[in-house]
């Protein structure tokens, strides 16, 4: 089946637009100021950011679908934060890997920015390549590298990636957490997880996490004129810093055991945004 967004002719931006316009009636909610994509380990600090003003399935707005992984949640959601701001929760992601396209990768971004949203927050689960971070780290997104070889960019326009994960937010997290470190976020194109090899390749590169999600999702933020906010929840050492094999479970585990911690950082870090 071909995804909606890829259907010839459709336009991705006025996609987003009627995505956002449904958004905004089913939520009663006009204008969202705040997005945030919440991704493996992140979901419950939903439950802390404010009060939910409604929640809605994914599946009931254009061009979403229900996560194709466990440990994401599926709806989308309105929040009002103790400040009056509107938060919109995205607690369904679609990667890359799905390979419905990048079109639809970045959709949720997209929508996002036509709710009103200036600023973005993505986070995810993620591996690290540096050992300290072993115990369901939190960490700074600082800057990536995108490895899946494509952009959410199309034609020639050529967007600005300088301070993409903004230098002004991290400090800002850091007020909250002074212990917070920052790494650089490789994305792979998964779904399959690193060879030890590709895990060194990406250090020498300059990496510090690896994923399969945020660095598309950052750019067409940074296109839609947002400034965003990257997070990663290290819930497993990469493969090869590691010296057990990686599971799925084992990441869902690391998630849950981390799941206050993060939660209580991040409404507080939102709560400054
Ligand atoms: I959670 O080790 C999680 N997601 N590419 N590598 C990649 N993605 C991940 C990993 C990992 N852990």
Redesign the pocket.
């Known amino acids: 089946m071909v995804h909606p967004l890829n259907v010839e002719g459709v336009d991705p931006f006025e996609f987003a637009q009627r995505a956002a316009d449904q958004i905004a009636q089913k939520t009663s909610v006009e204008h969202h100021d705040i997005a945030l994509t919440l991704g ?1 380990g992140w979901s419950k600090a939903a439950d802390l950011i404010g009060e939910t003003v409604a929640e809605i399935p994914a599946n009931d707005i254009a061009g979403f679908h229900k996560p194709a992984v466990a440990g994401h949640i599926g709806t989308i959601r309105s929040i009002k934060l103790p400040s009056g701001k509107h938060a919109l929760i995205i607690g369904a992601r679609t990667h890359f890997y799905e390979n419905h396209g990048v079109r639809a990768v970045v959709h949720s971004v997209r929508t996002a920015a036509k709710t009103g949203a200036k600023t973005m927050v993505l986070t995810n ?3 690290g390549i540096r050992p300290e971070w072993d115990g369901g780290a939190a960490v700074l997104i600082s800057d990536h590298i995108n490895l899946t070889a494509s952009s959410p960019l199309e034609g020639a326009n050529f967007v600005d990636l300088t301070d993409l994960y903004s230098s002004r937010l991290r400090g800002l997290a850091k007020e909250v957490d002074a212990s917070l470190d920052e790494g650089v976020y490789v994305q ?1 194109r ?1 779904p399959h ?2 060879t030890p090899a590709e895990v060194q390749m990406a250090k020498k590169m300059g990496g510090d996490i ?3 999600s945020t660095a598309l999702e950052a750019i067409a933020a940074r296109e839609s004129g947002m400034e965003v906010l990257g997070m990663s929840l290290i ?2 050492l ?2 090869g810093v590691q010296k057990t094999p ?1 599971s799925h479970e084992e ?1 869902i585990a690391a998630g849950k055991a981390a799941e206050a911690k993060i939660s209580k950082l991040l409404a507080e870090i939102v709560s400054k945004l």
């Open positions: 493996s689960g993620a591996g792979f998964g997880y690193e690896v994923g399969m819930t497993n990469a493969a990686l990441v």
